[in-house]
């Protein structure tokens, strides 16, 4: 026997999340509530500037008060597939429009309390944008990318600079 859900309530609606809290009847047979954060899911760019070089931005993260480096990333827009997303992620955070977007996979980052799904994109073959061109930063982002060879890359792990789990994750990718 599955879960059942005995009721939900929406405690908070924002920019792009959902907070429920849902009742829900185990397989076991205990009933407990379930806090849930909906998330629309996300894309994770690899962007690969050249064989053994990867791309990182460099950005302020206000939850954990630090700047810190990280692969690019982004949330879906409504109704958005992922493979734009990604491209479009690509130009909005690094500059440069990628010509070649391939799937690596999807992963949930927080599978306890989160239905975020991540999905990772390798991007390639990568140029200035078009002129005509709509892609910017979003107001809320400062992002400094820069080229890194994949052996800095993770020294940065090493040493602490990299400290969000999507950015370990996607230097398994490469």
Known sequence: MDSEL??????????????????????SGHTVDMDIVRHPGSVVLLP????????????YRYTIDRWIWELPAGTLKPGEAPDAAAARECEE???????RVT???????????????????????????PADSTAKADDDEDIEPRVFSLDEARALV?????????????????
């Open 103 to 129: 799937r690596l996979g999807g992963y949930y980052p927080t599978p306890g309390f989160c239905d975020e799904i991540m999905t990772y994109y390798r991007c390639e073959a990568l140029q200035p944008p």
């Open 158 to 174: 090493q040493s602490g600079e990299i400290v969000d789990l999507k950015t370990l994750a996607g230097l398994t990718l490469v």
């Open 6 to 27: 005995l009721a939900r309530t929406t405690v908070h609606t924002g920019r792009y999340l959902t907070v429920e809290v849902d009742v829900v009847k185990l397989p």
């Open 48 to 59: 690969v500037p050249e064989p053994g070089k990867i791309i990182l931005v460099r950005q």
């Open 93 to 99: 955070e690094i500059g440069l429009a990628p010509g």
